[in-house]
């Protein structure tokens, strides 16, 4: 028989009843184990650490220089004048004592020929003073000669005669003199003339020129009062000159080679010898001027250009480095973060030289300390924590 609708449909609810009931009995169960779990204290954090190690640094960096002439000199006329010929241009070479420039001074004829004058009247007057010294020599002799005859010449005539002899000798001396001083004004003139030639000091190359025939120059008017004339420079041999900061200036010796690239020609290198040394830091800059002899006998390398120096750092004693990635900073600070007995503590550095992924470290560290292989101030000072290899174990 099928039982009635009414009967059908209570039993219907109490199976829904029952339904609910177990339901709200398993959520009850999952909330009281929730709030078991959220009452019991969580673990310490877990971080991955590295290990510092101590190992000699040997890097290359590369450090900007710039090539200078070994020799360069601008040219000023030591004489006043006109340019009356100029025979080299920008670019000209030219050889130590080379004629560049020739100049003229009307001048310096009339001075030359005066102090011409000057010497043959000086000369003149020395021969008139030798003249009357052998005539009055001659005299002294003969009445010495007659005084050897008793009552034939006067002993006092004898006495004024060698007196004269004497002072006809202090005569000849001083014309002399003039003389001499005669000559040596002809010479400075005739020397003043010699820097109407201007020649070249050495060999090299003129980068610069000035002046053009007819332009007045001199050593205190003119345009030589404050413009060269022309300007060389010596190309055989440049110095390379490169400032290197205070913090790699250690174990910097003379004699070492350095190789180096010039953007006219990327592909090569070229190098040179550590010549000359500063031996003192500029205040301004803190680097230390290192120069740098470059033998340039084909004149490709040219005074003036940029260089990248690939300069070697070799610290003298072994460094402490540590991963780029366990370094942290701050506004104020830069550290790292170690762990010593389960507790973090914070150890400021400073950092030094780069060498692959590692950065040197100098602070209160040891060779085998653990610090966190990410440095972050989120893990503050004397926080508990457990630790675990990273996946590279050691800074190494």
Known sequence: MTA????????????????????????????????????????????EIVRVVQRSVDVTLEMPGELDPYEAVAVFPKVTGFVKD???????????????????????????????????????????????ADADAS??????????????????????????????QSQVAAAQ???????????????????????APFDGVVTERNVHPGALVGPTSGAGATTPMVRVVSRNR??????VPEAYIA???TGVEMPFSVPAYPAETFTGKVARIAQAVDVKTRTMAVEIDVPNRDGRLA????????WPVRRPGPSLLAPSDSIASTTGRTFVVRVRHGKTDWVDVTTGLTSGSL????????????IAARGTDEIRPGTEVRVKPAPTATAS
């Open 251 to 253: 174990g910097v010796a």
């Open 359 to 370: 950065v040197e470290v100098f602070g209160d560290l040891q060779a085998g300390d653990e």
């Open 177 to 199: 003199k003039n003389v001499d001083a005669a000559r040596e004004a002809l010479n400075a003139v005739t020397q003043m003339e010699g820097y109407l030639k201007v020649t």
């Open 86 to 132: 100029i025979r080299v241009d920008r670019g000209s070479s030219v050889r130590r004592g080379q004629l560049m420039a020739e100049l003229e001074a009307p001048e310096l004829v009339a001075q030359r020929a005066e102090a011409q004058s000057k010497v043959q009247a000086a000369q003149a007057q020395l021969g008139a003073a030798r003249s009357k």
């Open 238 to 243: 440049l110095r390379l000159v490169v400032p």
């Open 139 to 168: 005299t002294f002799e003969k009445l010495k000669a007659a005084a050897a005859t008793p009552g034939v010449v006067a002993g006092n005539d004898v006495v004024l005669a060698e007196k004269n002899v004497e002072a006809d």
């Open 303 to 310: 005074p003036g250009a940029f260089c990248q120096v690939r």
């Open 4 to 47: 009635p609708a009414s009967t059908r449909g209570a039993r219907g609810l109490a199976g829904l009843e029952i339904a609910c009931a177990v339901l709200l009995m398993a959520c009850s169960r999952e909330s009281a184990t929730a709030r078991t779990d959220a009452a019991q204290p969580a673990g310490p954090p877990t971080i």
